[in-house]
């Protein structure tokens, strides 16, 4: 057998157990994802159940959401400190067995604890999944790979509101919860097999882990998301207090990270400037992705008066393109540089928001959907490309704390996102009456809302350029 021979049979199975290992982690970050937009459908369904008024039922979406923001850095460095994997097979545990206690809530308050719960198990699958990309596949392919979690989550986002739907339709509510078991035992199975096993040791220094800077972080995250969520976006005395109490969380983390032996972020960090740079640009355009999700709902029932199966329809055109696009756009940051690759989707994402009102007051729907479809499009290709240059970035030992970071910035763009354009669209609109929308008042609050995301996606580039111009500098 020649040399060339012996590679080949040497690479196969390792090639094989990398595939198989991307199947456990995409599946994991689907789980995640459908955790996220499932339970949204099942309100209305949530709300006759347990005789509860909307504002109450909301909470099953927003512990989990709070849940995840709070954690999910915290779950990165454990999972630093712990092993990755061994931390993911626990993160997946939690989400299953959190997923049967949502379907066997007796009241609504159980729910809502058992998606918290749900919430932490999310976290952790989020962080880990991400980090563990650089373990499983050659550093080469590592585009690709995230290109491929980019899809999986679209998949997981946009699949949610149809298959809560009918399982709901054959099952009632706790059919979409009780879908995760099969799931989770998969995704467990898969991850327990084919991912490498961690190298760390169990046993965990007493100064390893700084648990006083991830409890303050963590109630500082969720008073922010808490501030950001309630009350719809009107903000005001509550709003108020949450905001202040973030601050005074933040002010209180800096000092005490400053002053303990293991800080779980360290100043060095952010002054990476390819790892602050990648962090600010997520956040930036996760709300500009939020801004299609919040204002484009009211938008297209009042311009072009569709219903809400119809609208929903539209609305999933944006993650079905995201979902096409993942791994298509891994392959282009592999082939030509995550950092070109990450400019060229903000210019995507540049020219369907700046072009998405104008065209589709000329086009109608035809034209909304095409303006949507650069921007979900130049996201993809920006997700995969920021994704990679900024775990390529991190070292191995700080992997997870960093995949953590990541998440959060996307997350807590995606609650800022949520709040700012909705309250941005209503300003343009000049009503908060959004049961006789004029087509008028529609397009005004769609302009205001896409210049402002505009100019989000265009501050987003220009720190791309200045981080790329940095990066080729000797």
Request: aromatic share 6%; net charge positive.
């Amino acid at each position: 057998m020649n040399r060339l021979d012996s590679t080949a049979v040497v690479m196969a199975p390792q090639n094989a157990t990398a595939r198989w290992a991307m199947a456990g982690l995409s599946l994991s970050m689907l789980l995640s994802s459908l955790g996220t937009s499932i339970a949204n459908v099942a309100l209305p369904t949530l709300a006759a159940s347990f005789d509860a008024s909307f504002q109450a039922v909301q909470w099953v979406v927003l512990a989990y959401l709070i849940a995840i923001t709070g954690t999910i850095v915290a779950a990165g460095r454990l999972g630093d400190v712990l092993g990755r994997r061994r931390l993911l097979l626990g993160g997946i545990t939690v989400f299953t067995v959190a997923s049967v206690l949502c379907s066997l809530a007796p009241s609504l308050w159980w729910l809502i604890g058992a998606r918290g719960l749900q919430g932490v198990g999310a976290a952790m699958m989020m962080s880990l999944t991400m980090a563990l990309v650089g373990e499983a596949v050659p550093k080469e392919q590592t585009g690709r790979a995230m290109g491929l979690l980019g899809t999986m989550s679209a998949v997981g986002t946009a699949l949610g509101p149809t298959l809560g739907g009918l399982l709901i339709a054959a099952g009632g509510w706790e059919a979409i919860f009780l879908i995760k078991l099969p799931l989770g035992i998969a995704t467990l199975i898969l991850a327990q097999r084919c991912l490498a096993a961690d190298a760390r040791p169990v046993a965990i220094p007493r100064t390893a882990f700084d648990t006083t800077g991830v409890v303050v972080l963590a109630l500082t995250l969720a008073a922010y998301a808490l501030a950001m969520t309630i009350n719809k976006g009107s903000y005001g005395l509550i709003n108020g207090m949450l905001l202040l109490t973030a601050l005074v969380g933040g002010g209180l983390f800096v000092w005490l990270e400053a002053r303990t032996q293991a800080p779980l972020l360290q100043p060095a960090l952010f002054r990476q400037r390819p790892l602050s740079a990648g962090f600010a640009m997520s956040a930036l355009v996760t709300a500009v992705v939020m801004a299609t999700l919040v204002v484009g709902p009211f938008y297209l029932a009042s311009a072009f008066e569709l219903d809400a199966a119809r609208v929903g329809l539209v609305m999933s055109s944006g993650p079905l393109v995201a979902a096409l696009s993942g791994v298509p756009a891994g392959r282009l940051v592999d082939r030509f540089g995550p950092q070109r690759m990450a400019v060229a989707g903000l210019v995507a994402m540049l020219l369907g928001a700046f072009t998405l009102p104008p065209l589709s007051a000329s086009l109608g729907l035809p034209g909304y959907v095409s303006a949507l479809a650069f921007i979900t499009a130049g996201y993809a290709l920006f997700q995969a490309a920021n994704n990679t240059a900024v775990m390529t970035h991190g070292s191995a030992e700080q992997r997870g704390l960093v995949s953590g970071l990541l998440n959060l910035s996307r997350n807590l763009g995606l609650i800022t996102g949520a709040s700012l354009m909705g309250a941005v669209f209503v300003r343009g609109a000049a009503t908060s009456d959004f049961t006789a929308l004029a087509p008028q008042a529609a397009y005004a609050g769609l302009t205001l809302a896409f210049s402002v995301a505009g100019a989000f996606v265009l501050t987003a580039l220009v720190i791309a350029v200045r981080s790329s111009a940095a990066a080729q500098r000797p």
